[in-house]
Structures are given as C-alpha cells and as structure tokens.
C-alpha cells in the first residue's frame, strides 16, 4: 500500500511537518527524498531496501552507479536526488567552519572538520584554510587549478588568495582517493616550496594535512614543518 494510503499521523511527510524532522528515522527521512516508491513498494519500502544494501549514509555516498543497478526501481534520477542530500550535508560542515571562524589549535581540528567529506572523495581535492592572526578560520577555498603535481601553479593560486584575504596562516589539506594519507615525494616537495614560498611573504603555513580512510597524516606533527 502506498504511503498516500496511510494514515496522516504514519507518513513520514506529515511527521516531519508535525513533530520535527529529528523525530524521524533513517528510512523515514530517505523515503522524503526519493518521493515516490514503484509498483508493489513504497517510498518507505525502497529506503529500508537502501538501508539494508548499503548500512549507513557514508556508504550511500561512497557508492557509484554500478552498486546501485542490485536495486530494481531507483533510477538514475533517484539515486542523484539521494547522493545530492548526501553532498548538501557534507557542504553545510564547511559552510559552518567558515561562519563560526572555527579556531585551528591542532592537526586533530582540521581532520576532524574536513575529513567526514575529503575521505570518500574518488578524486584528489586540495583544501585551504586561511587562517588570521588569533588562528581562527577566515575562509576556506578549493583550489581548482591544477594538482600537488603542478606545484607551483597551485603556490601561485594559494598565496594570491591569502593576500586577498589578509590571512597571517594558512593550512593546506588534500586526499588521497587510495586511502592511504602516506605522502608521497611529490607532496613532500610540493610541502617544502609551499613552506618556503610563505616566508617570502611573511604568511606562515601551519600545516599540509593529508586526509586518507579514517586516518591523516600531518607534516606540522611530524616535525616537517616546524
């Protein structure tokens, strides 16, 4: 029976609008985003079937087209409405960090606010937090041009923007897709031009924290930088 057949007080819709979306359970807030089920199931139906496939939303959002073709009846244009709520939550913990001028007193505070995104990314992205003078957090950016490959176009692209931003710090933060947060000899060399670049202009960088599955490996906390 579909869920318009329900009775008001059991849809999940109705709940939310009543009670608060933080009454809802995780099939019930699913089930809001993909809408509608298909023949036989509802949209109730076809997030417990989520669930159940994939456990948890980091799951959900690790997964790519291919794990999604087990589950008959979501389409690709369900499966894009899913991964989409999935990525607005992941941008609300940046748009907080920027907003709150979070403070930045350990290589654990940046894992800890970048790492639930950057750690299932199937792509390397480069970070920066730009820090002022009491450390706390003036803006974060994506640097598009370029990769820790291209160093010296991404230095040119980082330091343009601190100056813009009159930032006294800065911290830069990367992934690995691999998982493993082991730098490699470009990322040390990258690190140490990125380092040197900054003296010249009197902007310290802090830290080059590289985000892998769960863990991090900090240049600041291995004496690297100092």
């Not at 913990?93 to 403070?103: A, H, L, W």
């Not at 995104?117 to 706390?136: G, H, T």
């Not at 710090?169 to 990125?194: A, M």
Request: proline share 3%; hydrophobic share 40%; glycine share 8%.
């Amino acid at each position: 029976m579909g869920i318009n057949n329900w009775p008001k007080t059991d849809r999940p819709r109705e709940k939310l609008i009543r009670d608060g979306e933080h009454t809802l359970s995780d099939s019930e807030l699913l089930a809001i985003i993909l809408g509608t089920g298909r023949k036989g199931y509802s949209a109730l139906d076809l997030a417990r079937m989520i669930l159940q496939r994939f456990r948890t939303f980091r799951q959900i959002g690790q997964a790519d087209l291919r794990h999604w073709g087990q589950l008959k009846g979501l389409g690709k244009a369900k499966v894009s409405q899913i991964k989409a709520a999935i990525e607005i939550a992941r941008r609300f913990n940046e748009e907080k960090i920027r907003d709150e001028r979070v403070k930045i007193e350990s290589s654990g505070d940046v894992a800890r606010m970048l790492m639930p995104r950057m750690q299932d990314l199937k792509k390397e992205v480069f970070k920066v937090l730009f820090l002022n003078s009491q450390n706390r957090v003036i803006d974060l950016i994506e640097i598009e041009e370029g990769s820790v490959n291209q160093a010296r176009p991404i230095i040119r692209e980082i330091y343009h923007q601190a100056l813009l931003e009159f930032a006294s710090f800065i911290v830069c933060v990367h992934n690995h897709p691999s998982g493993n947060p082991e730098p490699s000899s470009q990322d040390k060399q990258f690190t140490r031009e990125l380092v040197l670049a900054g003296e010249c202009l009197f902007i310290k960088c802090l830290d080059h924290v590289i985000i892998g599955n769960g863990e991090y490996f900090s240049f600041s906390d291995k004496g690297i930088i100092r």
